[in-house]
């Protein structure tokens, strides 16, 4: 867990990932990213993305992503931090 605030209570719990399937960690910034008019990326966009990409390798997926956030935002920086880690669950 990375920055949590002080007085937030998490409790663990597990999920099953398919073979061959991407579990992706990101922060609010990134789907919080705003085009010119005022719209949010969202997640149903950043799944959009992935879904269609999924063939990809981590490192092209990532920048496929930032591509996508780049185009999205017409250029414009964020307000907020951007960060993705993706995982991809490999093996028989």
Same mark, same amino acid.
């Given at each position: ?22 579990? *992706? ?9 705003? *085009? ?18 999924? !063939? ?11 591509? !996508? %956030? ?11 931090? !951007?960060? %993705? ?8």
């Amino acid at each position: 867990m990375l920055g949590p605030l002080h007085e937030a209570r998490f409790r663990r719990h597990f999920a099953h990932v398919d073979r061959g399937a991407w579990l *992706a960690l990101y922060s609010d910034g990134l789907i919080e990213r705003r *085009a010119p008019g005022g719209e949010l990326f969202g997640l149903e966009r950043l799944k959009a993305v992935l879904h269609a990409n999924r !063939e990809l390798g981590a490192a092209a997926l990532v920048e496929r992503i930032f591509d !996508e %956030l780049e185009r999205f935002g017409r250029g414009g920086a964020g307000r907020d931090d !951007e960060t %993705l880690v993706l995982v991809r669950r490999l093996g028989r």
